[in-house]
Structure formats: C-alpha cells, structure tokens
C-alpha cells in the first residue's frame, strides 16, 4: 500500500486531476468528484501497470508547492490523498 497526494484543479469548464509524482497520471471530468475518482483509479492502475512491467515505483515527491500557497491560490482546497493498493 502506498499513499499519494494529487491535485485537481477546476479549468473553464472541467476538472483535471494530476499526481507530482506520477506526471503521466493524469485525469480530466466534468465535475470534481468524477475527477477524484478518476485519478484514484488512475493511480491504481498505474503503479500496478509499473509493477507488472517490472518498471521501479517512482519515489514520493516532498510537497512540491505547499497546501497553504495551494490554498490561497484557489476557493477550496486542491489536494488530496488517495491510497493505492497494489495487488
């Protein structure tokens, strides 16, 4: 079990979702919660796809940008954890 943070930002008339770590994960949606479901699957799939391959896990990153910068950037708060089981 590994525990990643990602961050969803509200564009013109979407949502897209990302992982610092990760910078191919990536997932867009119409509403928020579509979008938070979407990257938590995301995530499972590809660290399993990573693990599959034989492909090394990429390292957590440290807080790339702080939540209370994220937070005065935005109306409501930007990031998330998700927990990813790989199997």
């Known amino acids: ?3 990643r943070r ?17 910078p191919e994960c990536v997932a867009a949606a119409e509403t928020r919660e579509e979008a938070k479901r979407l990257i938590q699957e ?15 896990i990429p390292r957590i990153i440290v807080d790339i940008i702080s939540e209370k910068e994220l937070e005065s950037r935005y ?13």
Do not use: N, R
Request: with cysteine; net charge negative; charged share 25%.
């Open 42 to 56: 995301a995530i499972g799939f590809h660290l399993e796809g990573l693990t599959e391959d034989g492909s090394p």
């Open 75 to 87: 109306d409501e708060p930007m990031i998330e954890e998700c927990l990813a089981v790989l199997c």
């Open 6 to 22: 990602y961050i969803i930002e509200k564009g013109e008339t979407s949502y897209g979702a990302y992982v610092p770590d990760l």
């Open 1 to 3: 079990t590994t525990q």
